[in-house]
DNA sequence: GCAAAGCAAGAGCAGTGCTCTCGAAAAAGA
DNA sequence: TCTTTTTCGAGAGCACTGCTCTTGCTTTGC
């Protein structure tokens, strides 16, 4: 299934992918707001409706890219984290890569990042094509917790009760094996790390702070503590 | 200078603010991308062209809504914290009662927390007007600390000497007289805590976590451990 | 009482997302 | 190989957007 049928099929594939390329171009340069489907047709020298024929509407385009920039963040993290593994790093410092990875990510691609962990417009459920993507970046630091865990185990202190259950079931669900109290911890600190590079990309730093690279990983060593990663 | 002058002056203040009002209503009904001056104009009965008298420009009336919001959003989280204050909260406790007065205020207003959490299109740098009220809840977090501190310190791990120089700069602009390793880890929960709220909001723990509001609790506890309040 | 300033209305421009129809080209079936 | 079906690009068109400019009317300040 995976080879190509006709010279229609193999164009169709090709016009897809410089719809999107084109898209990202100028998301980049513009923002989520400003991409207009017209603007990308005529640059590419083809009219505004025959473009339909490839993305139904608008949202769908801008899922497309969603996708793509989970996928390329994932990538990202994940080979950051691969990096500092060969290098023998320690989980924290592994944990503090995969961070910064992420923020390097963000900074290069500020409108995509914006596009997926900026504002969805409340309400929207991304649909499910998008989960595999999002969640690789959670992948990766469940991966290093795992073995940092699976090393010598991690001291945290107990759930509150209340939340045994929950914990739980996020546990089973998606990073089986590891205690409870760090799956609730880890879930924190990822959308943690987030606040962070969504603070400093939209501008919410600005006139508090300066030197964004030096706090950053700070920050992402404190996110490491709250997860249980040892310091050494 | 508090006294209205004319008829004309006052009308201009009542249509002004209504014309907010209804922008406010359309902004919670289908979100910032879809808000339009000509649909506001005609909900009130005027022409679009003459919505351009009191609003140079849709940014701008965006602009005027986003301060709004911080200043609503402010007025929650300094309620919050006076109530558990007046109550004898211990300073962890009015911290999380801040945090979730944060969170409540989210969810009531999903689409005016968007517009000032969101991603407000990277690099556009908010006007001088706004940052006023944006640093209203950093700031009831900051006294919650500061309650803490002068009480009896806070123990908390020594800063890198790399980020020594910034720290003391964010204390001085800001939180004068607390440990600088204590700012910094204030800056970072802010930046964390809205990084929790946003995930919630905007959809990023779906099929992930499901009892949000103990989640919550449980990870606000985290920050407040986070800065150095102690337990008790 | 009168000139100046403030205001609403309307027309108009350039742009948008999206739909529909039509003719040409490619693919599939006979 | 010939015919039918599917796929595609182009163009016109609809309803909408932000924004500007001009035209009169009303309120204000002198």
Redesign the pocket.
């Known amino acids: 299934m995976n080879t190509v049928?006709?010279?229609?099929?193999r164009a169709?594939i090709e016009?897809t992918a410089a719809i999107k390329d084109e898209a990202r171009r100028r998301l980049a340069a513009e923002g989520a707001a400003k991409?207009?489907?017209?603007?990308v047709a005529r640059e590419l020298g083809?009219?505004?409706?025959?473009l339909?024929?490839?993305f139904?509407?608008?949202?769908e385009l801008l899922t497309a890219l969603i996708i793509d920039a989970y996928d390329s963040l994932g990538a990202a993290a994940e080979e950051a984290d691969a990096r500092a593994l060969a290098a023998g790093a320690a989980p924290r410092d592994r944990w503090i890569a995969a961070c910064e990875a992420v923020r390097a990510w963000a900074l290069e691609h500020p409108h995509e990042y914006a596009l997926v962990y900026g504002s969805p417009v409340p309400g929207y459920s991304a649909p499910a094509d998008t989960i595999g993507p999002a969640s690789r970046v959670g992948n990766v630091l469940i991966g290093i917790v795992r073995a940092a865990y699976e090393g010598r185990g991690l001291a945290l202190p107990p759930l509150p009760s209340a939340l045994g259950p929950e914990a739980a079931r996020m546990t089973a669900d998606f990073a089986e094996g590891l205690p409870p109290a760090v799956v609730a911890a880890l879930v924190a600190a990822w959308a943690q790390l987030a606040g962070l590079v969504s603070f400093e990309l939209f501008g919410q730093f600005n006139r508090v702070v300066e030197e964004r690279s030096a706090f950053f990983t700070h920050a992402a060593g404190q996110l490491a503590h709250g997860v249980g990663l040892p310091a050494v």
């Open positions: 049928r006709g010279a229609r099929e169709r016009v991409l207009s489907l017209r603007a083809m009219v505004s409706s025959a339909y024929r490839y139904p509407s608008r949202d």
